[in-house]
């Protein structure tokens, strides 16, 4: 198309092709020349820093190294075998869980600086765990400091949205049964369903009686039947949702109607009273999202699989927490690479627009880390009916999300591609040199604690993690 | 790309363009010409004797009569609400269903005709009935007529690949509550699951012991989970599952998780035996074609809807019963039009290929009849994986059939085509006139008694059925 329209353009008189100096061809314009706009980026936006470190990575000996680093963490990644092995509570299997902890998505955070969802998640989950009696009361605690707060990705935990995990709560417990990594542990809480939830921001008193239930109905009886059951493979799991319209991030009909037919007769196995078994099915089947908090800490296991391996310069980490934006590289596990959230494009619920957005929260983005989500959203063309945008939208970005990862997964692929490998491992030197940042598919929540999602649709990462890594990667690579 | 190689051979010394005219052609060729082969065939394949039907039906005010008359009978398609509203015995809710009648797919057959997977079927089924107790015994009385064979389709109900129906079978009961046509019911026995099945011919005893199974406990405790749980809306279920990678023929893994999760708790709460529970809802989830058997009769009722519109040319009926093919047409309800059932193209699984498949058998063409199946295989990319070909087979063969059907279903959409409706409404005028038959999605029998399914592929039904219906149209026009 863009040919045909060069073509044309080529017969006419034509005096200025614009290579996105926008200065010159908006000058151009209004001199009265035609102009043929070609979308083009300088590599690293032009920046000669940057152009500089990545000359640095692209001499060799380097970018062997790199090159081959990224076989081995990519490797390692598809090497991992998350498992669902058990449904535990925070305090007693999330490694350093302590009271007073809790945790939250995203890179660190301070009262001072939490949003609303993340402030309203917090009030909730002191309220659960009853170290307040009223919200305002639980409040003053937060903004005294009455709670620590880490994030869950220092304990090997994810979380959804405001993603705040309280010591008292259940999480799903995923073991990696591959190779090396065997033995590796990842938790995520429970998914609470839509509306009023916990980690949009809401925590009135039915938010906790639904907390409350999913600790003393829910959680004990998945933990029962997972033991009848034995281990759940959740890549076999989401490689058949692929297959079944889902991308593993909003879109989860598929995942959680697969994970429901697995859990049913075990559950009705392993427990007798079949009031609780039919309340508690009922709550799963009344919940799409439910397998998400599974996906979530299958996608860090396989990535956390994935560090620690030197000159690596593929992404392990991408979470927000609703005021900054926060990634890691498989290199360098622990450090984090922060800058502004950014507001979602999408689709919002009636009544609701930009304006009443929060920044972009939550450790979801631990799915599009690892290939799924808005990577593999050609995967899932009824999401577009969700997020926004078209069927070609959808196509594009899964095939777009290839130029900047370094592989295809053999067992994640995408039907409407012709099968091909969910696009998989962020490389940070394509994404810098490319300008091609990360897309990532999300909820909405609004600014306000206590109201909820406002809608969903696609966001990008901040530029500022990719510069402040790609700085500190060519110092990690310097100094080994 | 025609467009384009046409061009580039008219550059050339282009001596022949061929229209379909096959001597000629091979003739130019033969004598050295270039030639451009354009693949273009005769409306109705050029007989002179359904040009002139096809004339006459263009014909007005004949052309407006059917034009309206087809929009009657595809609004009152639309109209129809097949709900699942229950269980019964074949016995009981079965029209016309009496003690030493089987029923079968396809149009009419005697056991002369029959083909060994429909015969084994019989044979099983008459084991079944306790009408004999050796398979020899069976065969002897099925020769000499010793049950009555009837096709489902004469009472309202369908059944996949040999569908042999026998009195004390359980049957799935599915209710229109749309408009005027509220209250018709049709019916089809409970999928058994793959591998050694009545419906493919085998009439071990496993075959045996697993009907009886599915009479004594799973049909009871899907009746008492349905009345605890109401009708389902069958439409809204395929709707979702069309969205999950499903066409509703021959990939039902959407459709069965979606009624998993709607009967499973229904069940628990229904049934109070636990181990029973369990070891239904195994079995259920141990099929992913169980919802196939829903799916056919709810295509049924929505057909049954559109009957007895005079004028119609809109087909009702595509069955098969391993011998013959046939066809119904709106208007001319139970008028059976045949042809000699086809071999199916396809994925043979190891050990066999088309020597050893059974001509094309079942009543599941009902799903193609009316909009789903091969019509809706855009929606089910991974299927090419099970029936073959590529992904872009798949969807072009939803874009082929919307050239001979008569509208787009509002419900029924298929996200890979931007959410285009389901083509729906086969126009026998349309499929004669431009020499394209419908395309079925389909299993395939091993042709010997016993053996069971051997592949999946695509299959056409004859000309013979279209041709023959073409000229009993134009007898009832002009008959009106």
């Not at 649709?457 to 990667?473: K, M, Q, S």
């Amino acid at each position: 198309m863009k040919l045909e329209k060069a073509k044309e353009l080529l017969k006419g008189p034509l005096n200025v092709v614009g290579l996105g100096l926008d200065n010159i061809v908006e000058g151009a314009k209004a001199a009265g020349s035609t102009v043929l706009d070609v979308p083009f980026k300088p590599p690293a936006g032009g920046d000669p820093k940057r152009i500089g470190f990545l000359d640095e990575l692209h001499a060799e000996p380097l970018a062997s190294k790199i090159d081959k680093a990224n076989q081995e963490a990519l490797s390692r990644f598809f090497g991992s075998q998350p498992n669902l092995v058990g449904v535990g509570i925070a305090r007693e299997v999330v490694p350093g869980m302590t009271d007073g902890l809790f945790l939250h998505a995203g890179p660190p955070l301070t009262w001072e600086k939490a949003s609303g969802p993340m402030r309203g998640a917090i009030i909730g989950g002191i309220l659960l765990e009853g170290l307040a009696k009223t919200p305002e009361e639980a409040e003053k605690l937060a903004a005294s400091g009455g709670v620590r707060l880490e994030p869950c990705h220092h304990h090997h935990a994810v979380g959804p949205m405001a993603g705040v995990m309280t010591p008292s709560m259940p999480v799903w417990i995923v073991e990696d049964k591959g190779g090396k990594n065997a033995g590796n542990r990842t938790f995520c809480t429970l998914n609470e369903g839509l509306g009023k939830v916990l980690r949009y921001g809401a925590f009135s008193e039915e938010v906790i009686v639904r907390l409350r239930f999913m600790a003393d109905t829910l959680a004990p009886m998945l933990a029962k039947a997972l033991e009848v059951r034995g281990p759940i493979d959740l890549k076999l799991l989401m490689a058949q949702a692929l297959q079944m319209g889902d991308e593993g991030h909003n879109r989860n009909r598929a995942g959680t109607s697969l994970l429901f037919r697995e859990l049913a007769p075990a559950m009705v196995k392993a427990v007798g009273d079949s009031e609780k078994v039919a309340k508690v099915l009922t709550f799963i089947n009344s919940n799409d999202h439910f397998i998400l908090n599974l996906t979530m800490p299958m996608a860090k296991c396989m990535l956390m699989a994935a560090e620690g391996v030197p000159y690596a310069s593929m992404l392990s980490v991408m979470a927000r927490n609703g005021t900054e934006f926060g990634i890691q590289v498989a290199s360098m596990p622990g450090k984090w690479f922060t800058g502004p959230a950014q507001i979602v494009r999408g689709l919002y619920f009636p009544g609701y627009d930009e304006s009443h957005a929060n920044p972009d929260i939550g450790d979801s983005a631990i799915t599009e880390t690892s290939g799924i989500g808005a990577f593999c959203m050609a995967a899932a063309p009824a999401i577009v009916q969700f997020v926004g945008g078209s069927v070609d939208l959808a196509l594009t970005t899964s095939r777009e999300m290839a130029r900047i990862t370094l592989g295809r997964n053999p067992i994640f692929t995408i039907p409407a591609l012709d099968f091909l490998g969910a696009p998989t491992g962020i490389d940070l030197r394509k994404v810098v040199e490319l300008n091609l940042l990360p897309t990532i598919n999300t909820g909405v929540a609004h600014k306000d604690a206590g109201i909820g999602q406002v809608g969903a649709g696609l966001v990008n990462p901040p530029w500022e993690c990719f510069h402040g890594a790609l700085e500190a990667f060519v110092e990690h690579c310097r100094n080994q």
